[in-house]
């Protein structure tokens, strides 16, 4: 079970080596950021959800290598290695490796990494929970390119995803296509990297059982003391916004992902002076905002993720929300730079 982190932390340190590469230094970045040089002070400067974006739009706009992402993202040397890699690249198979980079996830940033599987598909995508603005092109790669050679590397073998998925418009270098050796699809309604089911159950061959057990003993106590200190209807509407997506998640397949009783989440809501069904309500406006301000989501497609059968009744209750329809708050909200990217 997963809590919301606060929107504060640190720049990784493969951020910063990976400027080198492109030919570009901490101090350009922050400039074209229009952020304070104090910000590179890798051991105690913490940024906002909004900065850390600031970082990687600048990056793009000063870098002219299309494969500027997927660099920052491949791994860096051994001394820039987060624990949270450490114990990824240990683990028992490619599957615990990036579950427990889900899991873990949460100590780094206000970021969800969600792993779905059905039959023989295995998606991965990324959530920023603290903010409804579209992540930086170049952050996705830099993502994408993390989760591939985390497995490659484990592995010792060759593993390519089925394909890649990117709500990005074409690229012309096919620069993708050739890190990955998968196919991509552009203007896609998501952003998500699938690896066929089979190759998570790939062992790996840097496994550690020792340093695993040391490094995943200090993180579940992390994460027990921090499910104390979190208000039960913060990590409700936290999974409400989980399980909605064409779902009607009830107080019972809630109580069920935290571990207690109906009754026990029903007491533990009322406490906090709420009900489920605000929290309901406030996951739902909150996730609209979210998908309205994503151009390759439809208004009907929006309506579907929130769990509305009826389009009706989503514009109705979107009305009583923001006092407006989806289209027109979709067109007040529009990112002024969408045209030109």
Known sequence: MNTQPPDRFKVAHAFWHGLAPLGLTPAAVLRQSRLPMALFDEEKTLVSTEQFFALWRAVEELSTDAAA???IGSFPGTGSYH???VAAQHSRTYRDCLQRMARYKQFCSPEEMRLTETKD???IDFVWTSTTEAEPKLLTDAAFALVTQLGR??????INPKRVELMRKIDASRTHEEFFKCPVKHRAPRNAIVFHRTDLDRGFITHNAE???MLSGHWEKALQDRATQTRTSDRVKWILKRLLAGNRPDIDSVARELGMGTRTLQRKITDEGLSFRQLLLEARKELVREYLLQPSIEITEAAY???YDDPNSFY???RSWEG???ADWRSAHRDPTETRN
Do not use: D, I, N
């Open 316 to 318: 109705r209750a979107f």
């Open 69 to 71: 992402g997927l660099k």
């Open 305 to 307: 993720l929130l769990g």
């Open 153 to 158: 590397g484990g592995t010792g073998t060759a």
């Open 83 to 85: 624990p949270l890699l």
């Open 324 to 326: 407006t329809t989806p």
């Open 211 to 213: 340093l695993l057990e």
């Open 121 to 123: 598909e295995s998606v």
